[in-house]
């Protein structure tokens, strides 16, 4: 029998990354029962809006299902589960809300922006004029009084708010405020935060005034990899769901909309406790490194609010990734450390400090196999995924 290489390759990275600790904040770790539906018949299937394709009667019913699974773990009013990742959810919400020549405000990716709403990615592509919200570097933060000044001189279309490296709420209030008060748009994109958004544990953009939440649907919200977009705002829904069939995607993946609706059913029970637990972690992550002596950003307002640790090496980034790598630690070259998967396999605050030992071996420059050995070992210890339908 003929054997794949390909399947060689993928048993090959998950028996790697089986013995590796994940710290990496965009990700997370998928139970059972969602995989179960990513890897179901719905993968390779087709449906539409209307009714185009026959055989579908069942989809549209879970597809709905899975909307309003959305609005009550969101609490909104409208969401649409078309996107495919979060950056094209951001493609559709500020394709509705802009038009070419309109101006976009955001946060540049040199203070931890989303980089494809910078100058060069999307807006270059939906001709959008960007400027950036000034930000305070030492509080982690926007500069609120710099960027009501920008919002009330440029007028921005739309602002969004929302960050990659992300550890403080957002002022959201003030900046829709300011926003809405000459007709313009504010965005939210809660890539990052959205698992700790749906258990009430960071901060509620919608309720603050932001017209659109968007955001990935795989980093602390423990889905599949995707998108989603919510709104209480009914013409902006309708705009959005206008322009997505045909614009911006066609087969939107049946199977990843069954695997969300899976992942919120997961959510919907444990959100809270669950993101409850992720801060306690990153706290006491950020504590553990910064009591062994290592520099932690946000150091003035406790390091962190979310699943992220900011290690900040700037251009040394590449080497500490690596050097994490080598004693099977996976970060990424920012160096953000994320709690979001180590919490979902049921870690706590022991083990946070345990991991902050592990890391500080590792920075002060050893490579001893002990450290690679004692990874294994935690991470062995925690392989039965949490915050499930069972659980
Ligand atoms: C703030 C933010 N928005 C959007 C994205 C893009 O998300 P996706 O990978 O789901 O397309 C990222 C990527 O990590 C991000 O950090």
Redesign the pocket.
Known sequence: MARSRTLELVSKYESNRNSTLNLIP?ENVLSFDVLKALGSGMAGRYAGKPESYAGSKIFHELWNDTEELSRKVFHCRFANVLPV??????MMSISALCKRGDDLATISADFG??R??NDGYIPSVMGLKVSYLPYNARFCNIDLNGALELIDKDKPSIVIL???V?LFPHPVSKIAGAVHSYGGKLIY?G??VLGLIAGGCFQDPLSEGADVLL?????TLFGP???LILTNDEDIAMEIEERALYTFVDNFHLNRVAALGVALEETKIHAASYARRVIQNSKALATGLYDKGIRVEGQENGFTESHQVFLNYGTKGEQIRDALETNGIISDSKVRLGTNEVTRRGMGTREMNGISDLVVQTLSGSKSPRIRKDVRTLVSRYKKIQYTLES
């Open positions: 965009s990742t979060g950056h094209v959810a951001g922006g989303y494809g709403y929302g960050a990659t992300f994109d890539s990052h955001g990935s649907t795989h980093k990899q995707g998108g």
